[in-house]
């Protein structure tokens, strides 16, 4: 049974920097995209950051683009999220997520979660201002 675990989490003052961690166990195929989205209490899952697995193409949401960076391991199966300049809109559960069905399609539809089939449990991150 594939699971997808983050680590990594927790509390940061505005300004500060985590690095979030996805590690990948038990599937038996590659996967064809992976990312990372959140959510808060009554929004809907956003999309934050996506990677092609095969490759480094990488799509953004706009409010993340230049502060958070997305990037993978392929040797230990694990995805990452480096996410820097934290602003308390920050504050979310975050998930990671794969996709093991494909097929490839432009990486901007990628930032959709009906665009997975696996995902994580989500690990909370709290920005204080």
């Known amino acids: 049974q594939v699971q997808l675990v983050e680590s990594g989490g927790g509390s940061v003052q505005a300004g500060g920097s985590l690095r979030l961690s996805c590690a990948v166990s038990g599937a038996t195929r590659a996967t064809y995209y992976m990312a990372w989205f959140r959510q808060v209490p009554g929004k809907e899952r956003e999309g934050v950051a996506t990677?092609?697995?095969?490759?480094?193409?990488?799509a953004y949401h706009d409010s993340v683009k230049g502060r958070f960076f997305i990037s993978q391991d392929a040797a230990r199966k694990t995805l990452y999220l480096e996410m820097n300049s934290l602003r308390s809109e920050d504050t979310a559960i975050y998930y990671c997520?794969?996709?093991?069905?494909?097929?490839?399609?432009?990486?901007?539809?990628?930032?959709?979660?009906?665009?997975?089939?696996?995902w994580g449990q989500g690990i909370q991150v709290t920005v204080s201002s």
């Open positions: 990677i092609i697995t095969f490759g480094s193409v990488t």
């Open positions: 997520a794969a996709d093991f069905r494909g097929p490839i399609r432009p990486i901007g539809t990628k930032l959709s979660p009906s665009a997975y089939d696996t």
